[in-house]
């Protein structure tokens, strides 16, 4: 299409006709006004300070625009950069892992006592049971690290970096099924349709790498399917669509749709997006919906994934020393260890928010050989991450995470044998982990009753744990606010506090 092709089709263009009508002496002032005021604040400030580096403020969507600049300031001094989130999907019993018991030992098989449930409900699974036969772990524990922090036998290689690790043993959920906690732990609502975490950081903070999506979510291809993970979960509910998470797959197409069709080359491509902009810009000067813009920038991004995506997603360059750290399912493409080097490759790239999903925790019976299997297929490489992170000089400000949705009961689901029990699902006290940029290396906080059922020092409710998140991105969970429906939403709800008491 020629030059003069183009002006032909803007001069006939009912669409182009209406914005020469529309744009009155008032409406140009004010678009011009706004837009030279954003310039001087971008030369003093940076546009990579106030919109990430190699960001491109939008300037097509005026009126936002002074919102926007304000949003993405920092609010404080953030410790993270990065964070990589390890969600162990299913729930990890707290008792094989990190919540140590010992007295259960002489409790075994005696009901939970009325004292301490104090009438809290169950699920449908357990609720019929005619007793709640109480059980110890069969693995044994033993103390690792300065603080001699008591951790299972099950995580050996995680019990070499205990020093590194900030443990909480008190976190708390009202939700007590998979998937509205998990959903609760992921957008801050049992209920879905809100924006994810890594949504959240992406509207707020922007990115800071222009060739590769803020969000990226890794699914562990070798692990349990007993619960489904829906897409919603990283998804960016009343947010621009462009800060949803963009899942990367194992195999030869990554990210689905990128790659060129058959006998079409990059060049036709190139050719072809331009027209598309040329439309959608039309499209977008008379209609002026963001979601035009969002729609511009994802396909300009998809554009330049085609270079980027097979450089990261490529691991033949690492050396034998690398799979050897993080285990020998690390040459196995979509395996959870070849997702944790993956991860660490894409924090390396300045990704901002990259999640990595790990399914099949859900061990309600055939606990013991469950769980250790799981174990198994994590311990090293989560190990092997936080090391790899460290000795990189990426640890100081890429924050690490580790945790499901809820914890496990401390009595049995269903038959109970001295080798062989299950744990139902356990809302009230549960175990995650954090490590790196901000939070106290080598710490364990919180402690719950000596049946890991009640909290009795120092609770963190979920939203406490995403108010901390964000604090240490910068973000005060409480300002960043997007208005939907006629209020404004945040992450936290009207909820949440930072626990104060474990940053460093």
């Given at each position: 299409?020629?030059?003069h092709?183009?002006?032909?089709?803007?001069?006939h263009?009912?669409?182009?006709?209406?914005?020469h009508?529309?744009?009155?002496?008032?409406?140009?002032?004010?678009?011009?006004?706004?837009?030279?005021?954003?310039?001087?604040?971008?030369?003093?400030?940076?546009?990579?300070?106030?919109?990430?580096?190699?960001?491109?403020?939008a300037?097509t969507?005026?009126?936002?625009?002074?919102?926007?600049?304000?949003?993405a300031?920092?609010?404080?001094?953030?410790?993270?950069k990065?964070?990589?989130?390890?969600?162990?999907?299913?729930?990890?019993?707290?008792?094989?892992?990190?919540?140590?018991?010992?007295?259960?030992?002489?409790?075994?098989?005696?009901?939970?006592?009325?004292s301490?449930?104090?009438?809290?409900?169950?699920?449908?699974?357990?609720?019929?049971?005619?007793?709640?036969?109480m059980?110890?772990?069969?693995?044994?524990?033993?103390?690792?690290?300065?603080?001699?922090?008591?951790?299972?036998?099950?995580?050996?290689?995680?019990?070499?970096?205990?020093?590194?690790?900030c443990?909480?043993?008190?976190?708390?959920?009202?939700?007590?099924?998979?998937?509205?906690?998990?959903?609760?732990?992921?957008?801050?609502?049992?209920?879905?349709?809100?924006?994810?975490?890594?949504?959240?950081?992406s509207?707020?903070?922007?990115?800071?790498?222009?060739?590769?999506?803020?969000?990226?979510?890794?699914?562990s291809?070798?692990?349990?399917?007993?619960?489904?993970?829906?897409?919603?979960?990283?998804?960016?509910?009343?947010?621009?669509?462009?800060?949803?998470?963009v899942?990367?797959?194992?195999?030869?197409?990554?990210?689905?749709?990128?790659?060129?069709?058959?006998g079409?080359?990059?060049?036709?491509?190139?050719?072809?997006?331009?027209?598309?902009?040329k439309?959608n810009?039309?499209q977008?000067?008379s209609?002026?919906?963001?979601?035009?813009?969002?729609?511009?920038?994802?396909?300009?991004?998809?554009?330049?994934?085609?270079?980027?995506?097979?450089?990261?997603?490529?691991?033949?360059?690492?050396?034998?020393?690398?799979?050897?750290?993080?285990?020998p399912?690390?040459?196995d493409?979509?395996?959870?260890?070849?997702?944790?080097?993956?991860?660490?490759?894409l924090?390396?790239?300045d990704?901002?928010?990259?999640?990595?999903?790990?399914?099949?925790?859900?061990q309600?019976g055939?606990?013991?050989?469950?769980?250790?299997?799981?174990?198994?297929?994590?311990?090293?490489?989560?190990?092997?991450?936080?090391?790899?992170?460290?000795?990189?000089?990426?640890?100081?400000?890429?924050?690490?995470?580790?945790?499901?949705?809820?914890?496990?009961?401390?009595?049995?689901q269903?038959?109970?044998?001295?080798?062989?029990?299950?744990?139902d699902?356990?809302?009230?006290?549960?175990?995650?982990?954090?490590?790196?940029?901000?939070?106290?290396p080598?710490?364990?906080?919180?402690?719950?009753?000596?049946?890991?059922?009640?909290?009795i020092?120092?609770?963190?409710?979920?939203?406490?744990?995403?108010?901390t998140?964000?604090?240490l991105?910068?973000?005060?969970?409480?300002?960043?606010?997007?208005k939907?429906?006629?209020?404004?939403?945040?992450?936290?709800d009207?909820?949440?506090?930072?626990?104060?008491?474990?940053l460093?």
């Open positions: 299409m020629s030059h092709h183009d002006d032909e089709f803007r001069l263009s009912p669409e182009f006709n209406k914005i009508q529309s744009l009155d002496r008032r409406r140009f002032l004010t678009k011009t006004s706004l837009g030279l005021g954003a310039l001087a604040i971008g030369s003093i400030f940076g546009a990579d300070k106030l919109f990430g580096s190699g960001a491109k403020p300037t969507n005026v009126p936002n625009l002074e919102e926007d600049i304000l949003r300031l920092p609010h404080i001094a953030p410790k993270a990065r964070v990589v989130y390890l969600f162990m999907s299913g729930g990890p019993s707290q008792f094989e892992t990190f919540d140590y018991k010992p007295k259960l030992v002489d409790l075994a098989g005696k009901d939970l006592p009325d301490v449930r104090k009438g809290q409900r169950l699920t449908g699974m357990s609720a019929n049971q005619s007793a709640l036969p059980v110890p772990s069969i693995y044994k524990f033993n103390q690792h690290g300065r603080n001699n922090t008591w951790v299972s036998e099950l995580l050996p290689h995680t019990a070499k970096v205990v020093d590194d690790l443990i909480v043993k008190s976190i708390y959920s009202e939700a007590i099924n998979h998937d509205p906690a998990i959903t609760f732990f992921q957008t801050g609502n049992q209920l879905p349709g809100r924006p994810s975490i890594g949504s959240w950081v509207y707020g903070l922007g990115s800071d790498n222009n060739n590769l999506p803020t969000f990226i979510v890794l699914v291809k070798n692990a349990p399917k007993d619960q489904p993970l829906y897409a919603r979960l990283w998804g960016n509910g009343f947010l621009a669509s462009k800060h949803q998470g899942q990367f797959r194992s195999g030869k197409d990554p990210v689905l749709f990128l790659n060129n069709p058959e079409y080359d990059g060049t036709d491509r190139k050719e072809m997006l331009g027209y598309l902009t439309l810009q039309l977008n000067e209609f002026q919906d963001p979601e035009i813009e969002n729609r511009i920038a994802q396909y300009e991004m998809a554009y330049r994934m085609q270079t980027s995506v097979p450089e990261v997603m490529d691991t033949s360059d690492e050396p034998d020393e690398v799979f050897d750290l993080y285990g399912d690390s040459r493409s979509g395996s959870y260890a070849a997702n944790c080097i993956l991860a660490r490759k924090l390396e790239k990704v901002k928010f990259v999640q990595l999903y790990h399914q099949g925790w859900d309600h055939d606990l013991p050989k469950g769980i250790a299997n799981q174990c198994k297929q994590t311990d090293q490489a989560t190990a092997a991450l936080v090391t790899d992170l460290k000795r990189r000089g990426l640890l100081d400000d890429t924050l690490v995470i580790w945790g499901g949705e809820f914890g496990r009961t401390v009595y049995s269903g038959k109970l044998t001295a080798n062989d029990y299950g744990r699902h356990h809302p009230r006290c549960f175990t995650m982990w954090m490590a790196g940029a901000g939070v106290k080598g710490i364990s906080y919180g402690e719950t009753d000596e049946f890991s059922y009640n909290i020092k120092d609770p963190v409710h979920v939203h406490d744990f995403q108010a998140l964000m604090h991105m910068g973000v005060d969970h409480e300002r960043l606010t997007y939907f429906q006629g209020r404004r939403f945040r992450l936290t009207v909820h949440g506090k930072v626990v104060k008491d474990i460093a």
